[in-house]
């Protein structure tokens, strides 16, 4: 990734999806484990065999029966899903790791431009890309910088009921 100088400012977090997970629930449904039952795992990591001790906890739900998570050996939080992304699995919180979709852009123009299909070819191109180009492009650009300029924000009215407007309507 980047090294001082070499022109990266951050390096961006490793994703959970990049990582092998273990998902007590999985195991739940299909293992049916019990309260009181240790998980005990025998893989390999690098060569080197490895045997790693997985507490369980257990939760009561409101309409009964009980809830497994896994107890992070780690940091001892109470979790549904531990990751391989070292010698040991452990939490996200432990690793480090965030969502794919956290690392992704939350602008409103290029989500905008990603949903939009009235750009043809340029739809693929980058936002920067987008900037000087002239034409049919350069004037969308605006138009929908201008569209979501308009939009209001916060919820959105309510929309009407029936074929025939809204249902307090007086017919």
């Not at 939490?91 to 043809?120: A, K």
């Not at 180009?133 to 979501?148: H, T």
Request: glycine letters at 14%; a positive charge; charged letters at 30%.
């Amino acid at each position: 990734m980047g090294t001082f100088g070499s022109g990266d400012r951050w390096e961006k977090k490793g994703t959970v999806e990049d990582y092998p997970r273990l998902d007590v629930r999985n195991l739940h449904r299909e293992r049916g484990i019990k309260p009181g039952n240790q998980l005990t795992l025998d893989f390999e990591w690098r060569g080197e065999q490895v045997t790693q001790e997985i507490s369980l906890g257990w939760t009561s739900c409101n309409y009964g029966g009980q809830r497994p998570w896994f107890i992070c050996g780690n940091c001892g939080r109470r979790v549904a899903v531990l990751y391989g992304a070292g010698k040991y699995f452990a939490c996200r919180h432990c690793y480090d790791l965030t969502y794919r979709s956290c690392q992704e852009s939350d602008s409103r123009f290029g989500q905008f431009l990603r949903n939009h299909d009235g750009l043809g070819e340029a739809e693929d191109l980058p936002l920067y890309a987008l900037k000087g180009l002239s034409g049919r492009i350069g004037k969308e650009k605006d138009r929908l910088k201008k569209e979501m300029n308009r939009r209001r924000r916060g919820r959105p009215p309510k929309m009407a009921h029936g074929p025939h407007g809204d249902v307090n309507a007086p017919k």
